[in-house]
């Protein structure tokens, strides 16, 4: 079933070469992204795909934070950022290969901010499973057992 969900990103991993490289610097971070192609008919699909992926990773840049599934709530300060980064970013082909840039520039303000918002998330991680636990323990204690499906045991 999963290859069904990589089919858009075919044209990527079937390149004679895919190169992504990152770079941290004062002004800020960039992500570079080259496909070589074997056939230059392949070219069209290489750039829809690469288009398809900067808009997918855009778009869980904004939801991804939202989730308490993936646990990265206290990185939601950096969704808009990332996300305009990422919409900004072209697709250019040239010759045989397809290349887009990346670029998100540097805000010191804005690491405080991510600072304070995974200590909040953290702390609210903390207190929902401290309330689950909390819970278990009085479903455990009134239906008796660790959830193994065994009997409770009385006198020890």
């Known amino acids: 079933m999963i290859e069904y969900f990589l089919l858009p990103y075919k044209p990527l991993y079937a390149s004679k070469l895919a190169l992504v490289t990152g770079d941290v610097t004062k002004k800020g971070y960039t992500i570079n992204a080259t496909v070589a192609v074997k056939d230059k008919k392949e070219l069209q699909d290489v750039e829809w ?29 950096l969704s808009a950022p990332v996300a305009r980064a990422f919409k900004e970013a072209k697709v250019v082909r040239k010759g045989d290969t397809a290349r887009t840039t990346v670029f998100m520039a540097r805000d010191d303000g804005l690491a405080k901010k991510v600072k304070e918002s995974s200590e909040g998330a953290q702390k609210k991680r903390e207190e929902r499973d401290k309330k689950r636990r909390d819970e278990e323990r009085k479903f455990e204690k009134k239906f008796g057992g660790g959830g193994s499906g065994a009997p ?5």
């Open 152 to 156: 409770p045991e009385k006198d020890r």
């Open 49 to 77: 795909s690469m288009k398809t992926l900067l808009y997918v990773l855009r778009e869980t840049a904004v939801k991804a934070p939202r989730t308490e599934q993936f646990e990265v709530e206290g990185l939601a300060p």
